[in-house]
């Protein structure tokens, strides 16, 4: 049975929400279980996702049409190989007005890819103004919300602007001390690693509280793919 | 000597419902035996790379998509560059040329094609209209025997503007439109008020159709292909055979190809040509 191709938009209209983040976790979520990935990077100015996988990621400028040519034309290749897409703030305009000019959702279902948005919250109306938009846009997206505790803490009120967002799900990134979190800058840590063989050199306290930290993130990860998978799975529907 | 576009008093409710309701030739669609008169739609302009083939490419598609079985002549001898995207139903052809003129003219009724499109070459607009106007289309028009649709694209020059006034003696009887092609980023003198009132605004036409900028690379990529933007966005070169276009560029031609259709649709071009009914 050939699975469909996982396509994510990590995404938010605003900076510092931790969209990087979160494609480096999904991304190394994968490694963990030997799955082939591909990334693309669409910040052409400071690539900081590249940076941590530089041989299996892409940088792409959305605002040429060379750029949008060497991520949408990749993205339809139907190879059960999951994609995930850094979107820069500054790019989140540009990739879903392309979207929608090329009309790339509705050739991505026929060609048996599933495009899911991820979007990146934090404590502003606009932010989740915009997530309404792309669900009223496109009614049968896949959406589900990224709640990053650290990089964009929501604060007492966190029910209800999380109420606010159209998505059909959610994920937490828990807040990690600052010392702890000092450690995951460093380019050349790779997570997917540190579980199965943390570096040498990597403090024990470190090491113990990141994965701790990664755990539950991979674990939520792997039940949204397997919800993914159940829903498009013949035999129950 | 040249006429001069007529000046009109500037009534906003008066020129908007003239823009809304698009001017059409008088004589009905159909003819008294019920059969569907013949049409010509010429695309022309006397200023050149203002896009007269890409609409004329446009037009086909459009007719093509619509089921509108048509035929073209290209009159840019010998090599045509309509012919070269729409081989089969393009002929090479010289408007002043007898010979050719019988070819097209006399075979309106004959043709099983019931509209002809003719893409005429730069700088050949009026010669082309005086050469129809000699052998007694536009009386034939008049009289009701066959449709004529003008399509005039206009650049962006002031001479190409002042071929507003000097085509205006021959567009009496026809579905008059103007084409502002904006494919290449052309403006229109929006900027300038005072010039595009002096040539726009007190012009009278059927309509006026704009068409949307088309990304240079995929236009690019159509004029590689060398087949119809249609053909293109189905992803097939120009035999027809499965190709490896790039989707986001089929994607930008598709959209292109969509909102020129809904222009073509909103002057009512499908009414005029008697495939949709009022």
Not at chain 1, 74 to 90: G, M, Q, S, T
Not at chain 2, 88 to 98: A, F, G, K, R, Y
Request: glycine share 6%; with cysteine; proline share 5%.
């Amino acid at each position: 049975m050939t699975r469909r191709t996982l396509v994510f938009f990590v995404c938010s209209p605003h900076s510092r929400t931790g969209v990087t983040t979160a494609a480096r976790l999904l991304t190394d979520y994968y490694l963990s279980r030997n799955v082939r990935v591909e990334g693309f990077d669409t910040d052409s100015r400071e690539p900081l996702y590249a940076l941590f996988f530089p041989e299996i990621t892409r940088v792409v400028n959305l605002d040429e049409v060379k750029g949008q040519i060497s991520l949408f034309d990749r993205l339809l290749v139907a190879d059960e190989r999951p994609k995930i897409v850094d979107v820069w703030h500054r790019s989140y305009e540009r990739l879903f007005a392309t979207i929608a000019e090329i009309g790339f959702l509705e050739e991505a279902r026929k060609l048996g890819v599933e495009p899911v948005v991820l979007f990146q919250t934090d404590a502003t109306e606009s932010a989740a103004n915009s997530a309404l938009v792309l669900k009223t846009t496109w009614p049968d997206l896949t959406m589900s919300v990224i709640h990053n505790r650290g990089a964009s803490p929501l604060g007492r009120n966190s029910l209800t602007i999380l109420a606010r967002y159209p998505a059909s799900g959610k994920f937490v990134i828990p807040r990690l001390e600052a010392p702890i979190a000092q450690a995951l800058d460093d380019v050349d840590l790779s997570l997917s690693r540190l579980i199965k063989e943390p570096p040498s050199g990597m403090s024990v306290v470190v090491r113990a509280a990141l994965k701790a930290w990664l755990l539950p993130i991979f674990t939520q990860f792997q039940s949204f793919e397997l919800r993914l998978e159940l829903q498009s799975s013949e035999c129950l529907r | 000597m040249v006429k001069k576009p007529v000046k009109v008093t500037r009534a906003a409710p008066a020129k908007r419902e003239r823009e809304s309701r698009p001017r059409t030739a008088e004589a009905p669609v159909v003819a008294s035996n019920g059969a569907i008169r013949p049409a010509v739609i010429v695309v022309g302009a006397d200023k050149g790379g203002v896009g007269k083939t890409t609409i004329a490419r446009a037009i086909l598609d459009f007719l093509s998509l619509n089921d509108i079985h048509a035929r073209a002549f290209d009159t840019e001898t010998p090599r045509g560059t309509l012919h070269r995207f729409h081989p089969d139903e393009t002929m090479i052809v010289d408007l002043t040329e007898p010979a050719d003129q019988m070819k097209i003219i006399d075979t309106l009724n004959s043709s099983q094609a019931k509209v002809s499109v003719i893409d005429v070459r730069a700088g050949g607009l009026s010669p082309a209209l005086q050469a129809l106007d000699e052998i007694g289309f536009f009386d034939a028009v008049k009289s009701g025997e066959f449709r004529f649709i003008l399509l005039h694209v206009i650049g962006s020059s002031i001479s190409s503007l002042e071929e507003i006034a000097e085509i205006a003696p021959y567009v009496a009887d026809a579905n008059y439109f103007m084409v502002k092609n904006h494919v290449n980023d052309t403006t229109f003198f929006e900027w300038d008020p005072q010039t595009h009132a002096k040539y726009f605004e007190d012009v009278v036409t059927s309509g006026e159709i704009t068409i949307p900028k088309l990304s240079e690379l995929a236009y690019e990529q159509v004029e590689l292909c060398g087949a119809p933007f249609s053909t293109f966005v189905a992803n097939q070169d120009a035999q027809g055979q499965p190709a490896e276009h790039s989707f986001v560029l089929r994607g930008y031609v598709r959209t292109w190809l969509a909102r020129v259709a809904d222009e073509f649709e909103r002057v009512g071009l499908l009414e005029l040509l008697g495939e949709k009914r009022r």
